[in-house]
T-cell receptor, first 112, second 114 residues
């Protein structure tokens, strides 16, 4: 069964203190791995899609990387506005379905 | 429209009543997904559609839950004989197509069953 585990559950950083969030996954054939950002009271907002091991994508202070077992979301010199819950999701090839499996998220708090 | 819309935003109902939650996807989006999200958790897959066809309903908790998308656009998630354990945020998302495309999420419907 496809599964996604995110760690840590919560993370507090000082402004400018770089760190990484982890997403470990088990999937029978990966179609794509997705990172979303979710602010309180709002729906998830798309950040990145990664398709194969070795792929990397960047957007402002965020960089996502992918291996065959996990993905990392690196946050460089974070700012308070980066505070949010970061969600990871996978889409596998099991039974031909296109459903997405989400992790429980990492709650990031960046202190000024 | 500008984005995915859902209605109502909040729904309070009594145990045993039926509720219908509506999702209006982004125009032209082929795929539509329904999720349930508990506080502090990620979205939990319920079902999805490509056009009007329900492709996967494996996440629906039991036969009190059903969904339809009769014209391939607006979708309705119906919960019959609601129970307190059905209380949650129900989110809808749409994408251009089902394969590895980004999903755009709506604001959700907060359902409270008394």
């Amino acid at each position: 069964e496809d599964q996604v585990t995110q760690s840590p559950e919560a993370l507090r950083l000082q402004e400018g203190e770089s760190s990484s969030l982890n997403c470990s996954y088990t999937v029978s054939g990966l179609r794509g791995l997705f990172w979303y950002r979710q602010d309180p009271g709002k729906g998830p907002e798309f950040l990145f899609t990664l398709y194969s091991a070795g792929e990397e994508k960047e957007k402002e202070r965020l960089k996502a990387t992918l291996t065959k077992k996990e993905s990392f979301l690196h946050i460089t010199a974070p700012k308070p506005e980066d505070s949010a819950t970061y969600l990871c999701a996978v889409q596998g090839t099991t039974s031909g379905t296109y459903k997405y499996i989400f992790g429980t998220g990492t709650r990031l708090k960046v202190l000024a | 429209g500008a984005g995915v819309s859902q209605s109502p935003r909040y729904k309070v109902t009594k145990r045993g009543q039926d509720v219908a939650l509506r999702c209006d996807p982004i125009s032209g989006h082929v795929s539509l997904y329904w999720y349930r999200q508990a506080l502090g958790q990620g979205p939990e897959f319920l079902t999805y559609f490509n056009y009007e066809a329900q492709q996967d309903k494996s996440g629906l908790p039991n036969d009190r839950f059903s969904a339809e998308r009769p014209e391939g656009s607006i979708s309705t998630l119906t919960i019959q004989r609601t129970e307190q354990r059905d209380s949650a945020m129900y989110r809808c998302a749409s994408s251009l197509a089902g394969t590895s495309n980004e999903q755009f999420f709506g604001p959700g419907t907060r359902l409270t069953v008394l």
